[in-house]
């Protein structure tokens, strides 16, 4: 996402939003964000109508990627900013209980599988199939902040 767009989510000014991001240097390497070249700047403005105003801007903006958007939500004093925070906070809260669960379930289905004998193997394979089937590493689609082509 492009700072002025993450800025508007966020409640600010764009000039205001990189004046964070430059005080919180640290916050935001490189391969979190890079700032556009004056050709991607044009294509920029190019594909997408609602950034026709930064045609006249005498910088280029800035680039983030999902990592800085989270890391921006901790630098930002604005409500959007607080509530995201907290909402990210509480999806990796909900994402430990659900694989503290799973592991709890996986210990018992072990106790279970060595109390009784060979014949319930395929079974007890059946179930750890179908526990794991939602948490392999399969090439899941990218998840991104893309702007419709389009806004009217």
Same mark, same amino acid.
């Given at each position: 996402?492009?700072?002025?767009?993450?800025?508007?989510?966020? @409640?600010?000014?764009?000039?205001?939003? !990189?004046?964070?991001?430059k005080r !919180?240097?640290?916050?935001?390497? =490189?391969?979190?964000?890079?700032?556009?070249?004056?050709?991607?700047?044009?294509?920029?403005?190019? !594909?997408?109508?609602?950034?026709? /105003?930064?045609?006249?801007?005498?910088?280029?903006?800035?680039?983030?990627?999902?990592? =800085? #958007?989270?890391?921006? $939500?901790?630098?930002?004093? #604005?409500? $959007? $900013?607080?509530?995201?925070?907290?909402?990210?906070?509480?999806?990796?809260?909900?994402?430990?209980?659900?694989?503290? $669960? !799973?592991?709890e379930l996986?210990?018992?289905?072990?106790?279970?599988?060595?109390?009784? =004998?060979?014949?319930?193997?395929?079974?007890?394979?059946?179930?750890?199939?179908?526990?794991?089937? @939602?948490? #392999?590493? /399969?090439?899941?689609?990218?998840? =991104?902040?893309?702007?419709?082509?389009?806004?009217?």
């Amino acid at each position: 996402m492009l700072d002025t767009d993450l800025a508007d989510i966020y @409640g600010l000014k764009t000039s205001r939003l !990189n004046e964070q991001v430059k005080r !919180n240097k640290d916050r935001f390497p =490189d391969d979190f964000m890079f700032q556009l070249s004056d050709e991607e700047k044009a294509e920029v403005i190019a !594909n997408r109508d609602h950034l026709e /105003k930064l045609k006249f801007s005498s910088t280029n903006p800035y680039a983030f990627t999902e990592h =800085d #958007t989270i890391m921006l $939500a901790s630098v930002l004093n #604005t409500p $959007a $900013a607080i509530q995201t925070s907290v909402l990210i906070v509480r999806a990796f809260v909900k994402l430990r209980e659900i694989l503290s $669960a !799973n592991k709890e379930l996986e210990k018992k289905l072990f106790d279970l599988e060595s109390r009784y =004998d060979k014949q319930f193997a395929l079974v007890f394979q059946a179930i750890r199939e179908l526990m794991h089937q @939602g948490t #392999t590493t /399969k090439e899941r689609p990218k998840i =991104d902040y893309k702007i419709d082509q389009k806004r009217e």
